[in-house]
């Protein structure tokens, strides 16, 4: 039987594609640079318009006596924002206080212990979608959590009817405590801790990540516990990105207005928390140290946002605009500098 080589049957030659020329790549090339740098300087040059107005309308006015001062209601001249710096200062150190160990603690819980089921992955979604909610939002929370306290030492409330009719204050230490908390730097704090949380707990996220599986392994590998390795080896070598976290945070936090108008932040105030004008009354009385945190309080960006609804307050406004924004720069680079010197500590 003659057996016959099989028959090939050629396949279909595909149809050309038809590439744009090389000139043409080089075209679209550069119309998307010039597009994207056209956004980039575009955006640099309004921010330098902005700043330029600002500079030329509060340069003038800024002065010692400026910052020395507390706002007048009668001479716009005699105006000064140090009610606010301390106000600021109070709102910032205890938010900081407040958020960084939570923030960090849950980064590791989540990042490290705990397992990935659905309600890990449901926390993980909140907290992406909490990290976007405006902050008008905090501030309606903050004001029924912490200065209202869900209306529970108010009279007829489960508290307030346990310990006999309205709680106004406890004394603790010699600290009288306000009962609900009502518009002390405390409520302020909390808010903002709640406002900056997600971004924290997101960046430690991210940094603990970062940080290769390798070094988990060799600490382990080599005896230690799941805590030594996380103390030592992993947090030092994620601490750069968990401090870039807590930068952005605090700046976000330090100049929010809203949630400060909603937890009932003065406008206008003629004191500091605690008395304190300068860090000599804190050493002289330490007991003010302790009763900052529940003094009435106003800050850097209310005084402003009272400030520019009137017209011969102009100058002053564009002042504490130039001095909120030294206050952040100096806040973020120190921060910076604290960041950079662990990197290098971690790098070697």
């Known amino acids: 039987m003659t057996e016959y080589p ?6 279909p030659t595909p149809p050309a594609v038809e590439r ?71 709102l910032m150190a205890l938010t900081v206080l407040f958020t960084v160990p939570v923030g960090v603690g849950a980064a590791i819980y989540l990042e490290e212990y705990a397992s990935d089921d659905w309600f890990t ?32 030492f108010d009279r007829g409330g489960t508290i307030a009817e346990m310990l006999g009719g309205q709680v106004q204050a406890v004394r603790v230490l010699g600290v009288s405590i306000p009962l609900p908390f009502g518009s002390a730097v405390l409520s302020g704090a909390l808010t903002l801790s709640l406002l900056v949380l997600p971004v924290v707990i997101v960046a430690g996220q991210e940094a603990l990540r970062a940080v290769p599986a390798s070094i988990r392994q060799a600490s382990l590998a080599l005896g230690a516990t799941k805590w030594q390795t996380i103390r030592h080896q992993i947090l030092p070598a994620a601490l750069p990105g968990i401090l870039t976290g ?25 004191h500091s928390p605690g008395g304190i004008n300068s860090p000599m009354d804190a050493v002289r009385d330490p007991s003010s140290v302790l009763q900052a945190p529940f003094d009435d309080y106003t800050a850097l960006p209310m005084i402003i946002y009272n400030w520019v609804k009137f017209r011969d307050y102009q100058e002053a406004a564009a002042a504490g605009i130039i001095v909120l ?14 960041r950079n010197k662990y990197q290098r500590g971690t790098s070697r």
Not at 246 to 267: F, H, K, N, Y
């Open 6 to 11: 099989p028959t090939v049957v050629p396949s």
């Open 20 to 90: 744009p020329s090389l000139q043409g790549d080089k075209r679209e090339s550069g119309w998307f640079r010039w597009l994207c740098g056209g956004a980039a300087w575009s955006s640099m040059l309004m921010l330098m318009l902005l700043l330029a107005s600002v500079a030329y309308l509060g340069l003038g006015r800024l002065s010692w006596d400026f910052i020395s001062n507390f706002d007048s209601q009668i001479d716009p001249s005699k105006s000064g924002v140090l009610a606010g710096l301390w106000g600021s200062f109070w």
């Open 121 to 152: 992955r449901m926390i993980q979604v909140n907290l992406s979608n909490l990290a976007g909610v405006p902050s008008i939002v905090y501030g309606i929370l903050g004001l029924t959590a912490f200065v209202r306290m869900f209306g529970l």
């Open 246 to 270: 807590v930068i952005l945070a605090v700046s976000r936090a330090v100049g929010e207005t809203a949630p400060l108008v909603m937890v009932g932040a003065a406008v206008f105030f003629r």
């Open 325 to 338: 924004l030294s206050c952040l720069l100096l806040m973020n680079g120190a921060a910076i500098i604290i």
